[in-house]
T-cell receptor, first 108, second 115 residues
Framework: KNEVEQSPQNLTAQEGEFITINCSYS?????LHWLQQHPGGGIVSLFM???GKKKHGRLIATINIQEKHSSLHITASHPRDSAVYIC??????????FGKGTKLSVKP | ETGVTQSPTHLIKTRGQQVTLRCSSQ?????VSWYQQALGQGPQFIFQ???????GRGNFPPRFSGLQFPNYSSELNVNALELDDSALYLC??????????????FGPGTRLTVT
């Protein structure tokens, strides 16, 4: 079993829909990261959180430390949100352990 | 601030050859991590450097080696290339020695193809 599991693996939505991507992890963490990767490879950090909830524009990230679960929400989705969204947690060597990612496609 | 840059962007090598990939950290960052991302997978941790010293290593063989320079730029060297080394190689820089506690800044990656 992977230390970081994401669901769903693939997600297709219509423009304007509310989107939720889930992440579960099995290791103790100091922080959890949500990242966005566009075709071609570039990765952008969206959120880093260790408790509660963070909001940036139409993106909201929540984490429940007791349940070892985090969610990334996108409100009023837009085709430009189409990307791979990756959840990552801190490993024992201070590195990041990544999930496999969720490929999101938002149709106009 | 200048962002994280990597060179080259694409590279084709033959099995058995050696390759060097380069990464320039974001200004003010003293920590760099290297990751390998196979197609359709999440990145896998190769190693990290903090103030020019290796500060952690993932499950990669010794033919994967690295350096960090006084200006905090970094190199990833891979010897005796194998077909399975074909992947996107990403570097990420941050402040501090424990990258999990700091925001990560990723470079655009180097796409390596081994034939």
């Amino acid at each position: 079993k992977n230390e970081v599991e994401q669901s769903p693996q693939n997600l297709t939505a219509q423009e304007g829909e509310f989107i939720t991507i889930n992440c579960s992890y099995s290791v103790g963490i100091s922080a959890l990261h949500w990242l966005q990767q566009h075709p071609g490879g570039g990765i952008v950090s969206l959120f880093m959180l260790s408790s509660g909830k963070k909001k940036h524009g139409r993106l909201i990230a929540t984490i429940n430390i007791q349940e070892k679960h985090s969610s990334l929400h996108i409100t009023a989705s837009h085709p430009r949100d189409s990307a791979v969204y990756i959840c990552a947690v801190g490993g024992s060597q201070g590195n990041l352990i990544f999930g496999k990612g969720t490929k999101l496609s938002v149709k106009p | 601030e200048t962002g994280v840059t990597q060179s080259p962007t694409h590279l084709i090598k033959t099995r058995g050859q050696q390759v060097t990939l380069r990464c320039s950290s974001q200004s003010g960052h003293n920590t760099v991590s290297w990751y390998q991302q196979a197609l359709g997978q999440g990145p896998q941790f190769i190693f990290q450097y903090y103030r020019e010293e290796e500060n952690g290593r993932g499950n990669f063989p010794p033919r994967f080696s690295g350096l960090q320079f006084p200006n905090y730029s970094s190199e990833l060297n891979v010897n005796a290339l194998e077909l399975d080394d074909s992947a996107l190689y990403l570097c990420a820089s941050s402040r501090g020695g424990d990258r999990s506690l700091y925001e990560q800044y990723f470079g655009p990656g180097t796409r390596l193809t081994v034939t």
